[in-house]
C-alpha cells in the first residue's frame, strides 16, 4: 500500500509538468486551432535559460534559496514568453490565413529549428541542473518520501493554473481570449483586437512551459537539447485526454498521464513508459474523441 | 545575378572537389589512423578521455620519430553517442579516408555497430573499453585491450558476497544498451552461484530521467545494495533518486561509472559505494605516474580508466606497426600507400601482429591478446568517500 501511495505522489509531481505543458497546447489550441509542435521546445529552451540564468547570478548550490530560485523561474518565464510572441510573430502569422495544414508543418519546423539551434547552441552533452533549493526530504503521512523539490513543482504548478484560471475568467484580456476562442471572426467584428490576443496566448503558453522547464531542472536535473520532444508529446495527448481547448482538462489529463506513467513502469515494464501515452491517445480517439472536458463541437460545412 | 551565378557554379564545385581530393590526400610516409568515439551526448566524456588517451600516445611517438620513420595522422569522427552515428562514422573513416586500422568505441553497442563494417572492409579494429563479449565475436579484425564482461560481473558478485558480505541484491539494468544488459546478467549467474539472491531485476533505458518508479518498487523489496551496471550520467541520477526515496543502500557497478562527471552529477549521493575501473591513477608504477603526469601537464585533468585504456589501444596497434616494420618492410610501406590490393594484405598482416600482442607494457597492465582477441589482465575496485575515489583492490583474472 505504502508502495502504490509512493507512486502516486511522484505520479502526481511528475504530472504537474505534463500538465503546465498541456496547458500551452490547449490555449493556443483553443484560439487558433493550431497544434503547437514546438511547445515541447520551448519547455526546454525554458530549461536552458534558466540553467544559464543560474550559472551568470551564481544562484543555487551554496547561495541556495527560494528567492533566487523564484528569480530564475520568472527569467525564464519571461525569455520564453518573448520566444512565443516571436515564433508567432514570425513563423505562425504569415501563414494563418494558409489552410490548417499549412501551419502544423511550420509548427513542426520550428519544433525541428529549436532543436538543431539548441544542439548548436548548447551542445549535445547533457548538463545538469544547479541546486536553486537545498534538498530536502520529506515525509508524508502514510510513509512516503517526496523533496521539497516535488512539493515545490506541485506548489507553484496549481498557482500558476489559478493565476491563468483566473486572467481567463475575470479579467478583459481573459474575456477577449475566450471570444476569439469562441469565434474569431465575429470577435473581430466586435473590435476585439485578435492579433493581440494571439500573440498574448502564445506568450503565456510559452511562459507557463518555461516553468515547467524550470521545475522539472529542480526534481531531474539532467537537461538537454532534446529534452522536449517526449513531454511534448506527452503533453499533447494530456491536452487530448483532458479535452483540447480545456483548461481543467488539460490539468487533469496532465496529472493522468503522470500518474499512469508511474504504475505502468512500476507495476508493469519501464519498456511500456513512453507506449503508455499512445495507448491512451488511441483509447480517448477511439472512445471519447472531445476529450474528458471537451464539449463534441460538429465541424461547420 | 543569376546568370553570374549560374555561370560560377561548375568552377565552385570544381574548387570543392580539388579541396576534398587534397584534404584526404596522404601525405608521403603517413599511416592514417581512424578513431570514432562519443566525443558529445550522453557518454561525452567516454569519447573525449579516449581521443585524449590516444592523442597523447600518438603524439609521443611522432615525436619521437614515428614507426619507422612513417608520421601516425588519426582522423577522429564524433558519433555523438549513437550507435547509428558510429556506423556512419566508421564507413566515412573506411570509404572516404582510406584509413588502415580504427581505434574505439568505448560503449559496446557503439563497437557493435561499427565492428562489421571494419570487419567487411577487412580494416582492423582495437576497442579500447568495450568489455561486452559479443563485439569481438563479431569478425577475427576485431580486437580490445580490456577485460570481459563475464570476469567483471563475476568480481562484482564475488566483493559482494564475500568481502561486503551481502546476500541480496537488486539489479536496475539499462534495457538498450548490450554492456549493461550483459553485465546485469553475468553478475546475476555469478551472484546466483554463490548463493546470494536477486530480489529486484528492474530495467530503464538510456536517456530516462526519472526512475522513481522503479527505485519505488526496488525499495519495496529491501535488497541490501544496488547493482547498477549503467552509464555515469544514469547512474548518477539514479543515485541521487535512491536517497531522496530512502533507499540508502550502497551502489555497485562496473566500468560504465568511469568518468570525471560521474561524482558531479551523483553529489554526495554514491559515498559507499563501489565500482569497477581499469587502473587507479595513484598507483605509484613509474610507468603509470609517467602517463598520469603527462596527461595532466596536458589537458589539467586526471586520466580516468578510459583515457588510460585509449592511450593502451593506440599503444598496442603502434607496437603492431612497428612489429610489421620489422618482419614485412614491404608490407609495411603499402600501409601508407594507395588503397588498393596490396595494402589489403598489408592490413591482413598487420592484423595477424595485433593478434599476437604478448606481453605488451600498457598503464593498465600487461596486454597479452588471447585467441578469442580479447585481453587478459588485472582489474581494480573504486570505493567512493566523500565525493572522493579510494583505491579498494586489485583482482586478478
Redesign the interface.
Known amino acids: 500500500m505504502q508502495e502504490l501511495f509512493q507512486q502516486l505522489a511522484n505520479g502526481i509531481a511528475w504530472g504537474s509538468i505534463y500538465a503546465l505543458i498541456a496547458l500551452g497546447y490547449t490555449m493556443v489550441y483553443g484560439i487558433l486551432r493550431l497544434i503547437n509542435f514546438a511547445h515541447g521546445d520551448v519547455y526546454m529552451v525554458g530549461a536552458f535559460t534558466a540553467y544559464y540564468l543560474a550559472l551568470w547570478t551564481g544562484a543555487g548550490g551554496a547561495n541556495a534559496s527560494p528567492f533566487t530560485a523564484l528569480l530564475v523561474l520568472l527569467g525564464a518565464m519571461l525569455v520564453c514568453a518573448a520566444l512565443g510572441i516571436v515564433i508567432e510573430l514570425f513563423a505562425y502569422r504569415p501563414v494563418r490565413r494558409s489552410s490548417r495544414l499549412t501551419a502544423l508543418i511550420t509548427a513542426i519546423g520550428v519544433s525541428l529549428f529549436l532543436e538543431n539551434v539548441g544542439l548548436r547552441v548548447f551542445g549535445a552533452d547533457p548538463k545538469f541542473f544547479p541546486q536553486l533549493i537545498a534538498p530536502r526530504r520529506v515525509e508524508l503521512p502514510g510513509g512516503v518520501l517526496v523533496t521539497n523539490h516535488q512539493i515545490t513543482v506541485v506548489v507553484v504548478s496549481i498557482l500558476l493554473m489559478i493565476a491563468l484560471t483566473l486572467f481567463v475568467q475575470r479579467t478583459r484580456t481573459g474575456k477577449a481570449m475566450r471570444a476569439v476562442s469562441f469565434n474569431r471572426d465575429a470577435a473581430s467584428l466586435m473590435g476585439i483586437p485578435v492579433n493581440r490576443i494571439i500573440t498574448i496566448t502564445f506568450a503565456i503558453g510559452s511562459a507557463l512551459a518555461a516553468a515547467a522547464g524550470v521545475l522539472v531542472g529542480l526534481t531531474n536535473p539532467k537537461i538537454e537539447p532534446l529534452m522536449g520532444i517526449m513531454p511534448g508529446i506527452k503533453a499533447f495527448v494530456a491536452a487530448v485526454l483532458g479535452g483540447i481547448g480545456s483548461i481543467p482538462g488539460a490539468v487533469i489529463g496532465g496529472l493522468l498521464m503522470g500518474v499512469s506513467e508511474y504504475l505502468v513502469v512500476g507495476y508493469i515494464s519501464s519498456t511500456y513508459r513512453d507506449g503508455i501515452a499512445f495507448v491512451i491517445l488511441i483509447l480517448v480517439l477511439l472512445i471519447k474523441p472531445a476529450g474528458l472536458l471537451g464539449r463534441n463541437v460538429a465541424e461547420k460545412v | 545575378m543569376i546568370r553570374l551565378r549560374t555561370s560560377l557554379r561548375p568552377a565552385v564545385l570544381v574548387a570543392l572537389a580539388a579541396a576534398t581530393v587534397l584534404g584526404c590526400a596522404k601525405r608521403e610516409n603517413e599511416i592514417v589512423i581512424g578513431e570514432y568515439g562519443s566525443l558529445?551526448?550522453?557518454t561525452?566524456t567516454f569519447g573525449v578521455s579516449t581521443k585524449n588517451g590516444i592523442e597523447l600516445y600518438v603524439d609521443n611517438v611522432n615525436a619521437a620519430g614515428g614507426v619507422g620513420g612513417a608520421k601516425l595522422r588519426v582522423i577522429v569522427e564524433d558519433d555523438?553517442?549513437k550507435p547509428e552515428e558510429a556506423a556512419t562514422a566508421v564507413n566515412k573513416l573506411v570509404d572516404q579516408d582510406g584509413v588502415v586500422a580504427v581505434l574505439g568505441e568505448v560503449a559496446s553497442s557503439r563497437s557493435m555497430a561499427a565492428a562489421p563494417i571494419c570487419q567487411q572492409a577487412g580494416v582492423p579494429m582495437i576497442t579500447p573499453s568495450s568489455t561486452n563479449p559479443k563485439v569481438t565475436e563479431l569478425g577475427d579484425y576485431i580486437f580490445r585491450v580490456c577485460f570481459i564482461d563475464p570476469f567483471q560481473g563475476q568480481m562484482i558478485a564475488k566483493f559482494a558476497k564475500s568481502t561486503l558480505g551481502l546476500s541480496k541484491a537488486a539489479v536496475f539494468r539499462d534495457?538498450k544498451n548490450d554492456y549493461s544488459v550483459g553485465l546485469a546478467n553475468y553478475f546475476s549467474e555469478a551472484f546466483h552461484a554463490m548463493g546470494g539472491a536477486i530480489v529486484a531485476d528492474?530495467?530503464?533505458?538510456e536517456g530516462?530521467?526519472?526512475f522513481?518508479?522503479?527505485l519505488?518498487?526496488i525499495?519495496?523489496k529491501r535488497p541490501q545494495f544496488l547493482m547498477v551496471p549503467g552509464y555515469y550520467?544514469e547512474v548518477g541520477?539514479i543515485a541521487?533518486q535512491a536517497r531522496?526515496?530512502?533507499l540508502e543502500v550502497p551502489l555497485l557497478g562496473g566500468d560504465g561509472w568511469v568518468s570525471d562527471r560521474l561524482l558531479?552529477?551523483a553529489q554526495d549521493a554514491l559515498n559507499g559505494s563501489y565500482f569497477v575501473n581499469h587502473y587507479w591513477q595513484q598507483d605509484p608504477n613509474p610507468a603509470i605516474q609517467k602517463f598520469v603526469t603527462e596527461y595532466r601537464a596536458r589537458y589539467n585533468a586526471t586520466p580516468d580508466g578510459l583515457a588510460a585504456l585509449g592511450y593502451d589501444a593506440a599503444g598496442v596497434l603502434t607496437s603492431a606497426l612497428d612489429r610489421l616494420r620489422q618482419e614485412d618492410a614491404a608490407a609495411f610501406k603499402a600501409l601508407s600507400g594507395p588503397r588498393n590490393e596490396k595494402q589489403k594484405a598489408a592490413r591482413a598482416k598487420l592484423r595477424d601482429m595485433i593478434a599476437s600482442t604478448k606481453d605488451f607494457p600498457g598503464v593498465t597492465g600487461r596486454i597479452s591478446l588471447d585467441a578469442s582477441r580479447n585481453a587478459v589482465k588485472p582489474a581494480v575496485f573504486l570505493g567512493i568517500e566523500n565525493r572522493a575515489y579510494k583505491f579498494v583492490a586489485a583482482v586478478e583474472p
Open positions: 558529445t551526448g550522453s561525452a555523438q553517442s534495457n528492474e530495467a530503464y533505458s530516462d530521467q526519472d522513481r518508479a522503479q519505488t518498487v525499495k519495496a550520467t541520477l541521487r531522496e526515496l530512502g558531479e552529477i
